[in-house]
């Protein structure tokens, strides 16, 4: 019988080892800091609208750069786990804020520009995350998948300080629980909402892809670990490549048209990862690029229209933006850990949910309209 999948981490192996528990146990580690990453966004966003960005992110970087040093010299599998939650929290407090400073500092082509670059290292950085991570375990042992997030967390921290403390200048000045619940006009709205979906969903499919690709690549088609950081790298490069070539076509397309070519890429992936991609690892690679391509597009084309809505505070839209797609992050995860039959079919399921998600949403926006500005 096949083992059930659980999602692996570079250092999943070394780890198991390491505490003496199961491959399950230490999924539960990503499952959990996916989910708690999740929550901390929708909180924190709306509470920087208050309070500021700087004196919101500041806190959020220290927590992030604390915990992930405790979870290089974490005693127990169940100290981790705790340690890895209190992490997730700090980095969704920081993402959420991220994304709002841009709606804060730019405008127009400028915000564009920065939405590119942060959405597609949003999309990529997973899909790279196991080559990097593969390369510090070899060197320096598993605890550095720690300690260089935590390096790199000081430098991010030393730079958010210089953010001018007056960002926003516009505050939300009720109470806190009003500030969370400025969210609540936004979830409320149903044309914000599911075109929010229809721009996060892609997430659902990439992250299942990056947390079952290991066993795809190394025990169903028995490649070596470089050949498939190889595979993972040249996805990355390519996915950037294709978002590039769509972002400049842009300005000669509606967007009701770059709804469309989302769809035929998302469509191709799911067409192909059940029937071709089954034949070796080169097609299975070929047949995951038009989704990577559409996911690292969406977010960068569709956060930026996202974010021009005036429909609430940047803290809050970039909380719900970014809850759904840390949401749709999870689910992916989950459901490649199902034990289906076959690792594929676990891939080949979030590309069904994502699809049809997604072809249900674009198909009620044509028939009945909606208020999201462009799309009149």
């Known amino acids: 019988m096949m083992a059930v999948p659980t999602v692996r981490e570079p250092a999943l192996n070394e780890m198991v080892v390491h505490y003496g528990t199961t491959e399950t146990m230490m999924g539960m580690t990503l499952y959990l800091f996916m989910f708690a990453m999740a929550v901390g ?59 709002a400073l841009v709606r804060d500092c730019f405008k127009g082509t400028e915000m564009s520009r920065m939405l590119a670059i942060m959405s597609a290292a949003g999309v990529l950085g997973p899909v790279l995350a196991p080559v990097i991570g593969t390369a510090l375990i070899e060197s320096m042992g598993w605890a550095s998948t720690f300690w260089a997030p935590a390096v790199v967390s000081c430098v991010c921290l030393v730079i958010g300080l210089m953010i001018d403390p007056t960002v926003p200048e516009e505050r939300y000045t009720g109470s806190i629980t009003g500030a969370v619940a400025s969210m609540k006009p936004l979830l409320v709205n149903g044309d914000f909402r599911r075109f929010t979906v229809m721009m996060t969903v892609p997430a659902l499919c990439i992250l299942g892809y990056v947390g079952s690709s290991s066993y795809i690549y190394q025990e169903m088609f028995g490649v070596d670990r470089a050949m498939y950081s190889g595979f993972l790298a040249a996805a ?66 569709g956060f930026d229209i996202i974010m021009s809505q005036d429909v609430g505070n940047s803290g809050a839209i970039s909380s719900v933006i970014n809850f759904l797609n840390y949401m749709f992050c999870t689910l992916g995860l989950l459901l490649t850990s199902m034990p289906w039959g076959n690792f594929i079919d676990g891939v080949a399921a979030c590309m069904v949910l994502g699809f049809a998600l997604y072809l249900v949403l674009w198909i009620r926006m044509r028939v009945r309209g909606t208020t999201v500005a462009g799309f009149q």
């Open 41 to 99: 966004i929708l909180f924190i966003g709306p509470l920087s609208d208050k309070y500021g960005r700087r004196t919101v992110l500041a806190p959020c970087m220290v927590m992030y750069t604390v915990m992930s040093i405790a979870c290089s010299v974490a005693p127990t599998v169940e100290t981790l786990i705790l340690f890895r939650i209190l992490q997730a929290v700090g980095s969704g407090g920081a993402l959420a804020i991220s994304f």
């Open 236 to 301: 990355m490069i390519l996915g950037v490549i294709g978002m590039s070539v769509i972002s400049r076509f842009r300005g000669r397309m509606s967007n009701r048209t770059v709804l469309i070519v989302f769809m035929v890429l998302i469509g191709a992936s799911t067409l192909m990862i059940p029937t071709v991609g089954r034949l070796n690892e080169y097609m299975f690679f070929l047949s995951m690029i038009p989704m990577l391509v559409a996911g690292s597009s969406v977010r960068a084309i």
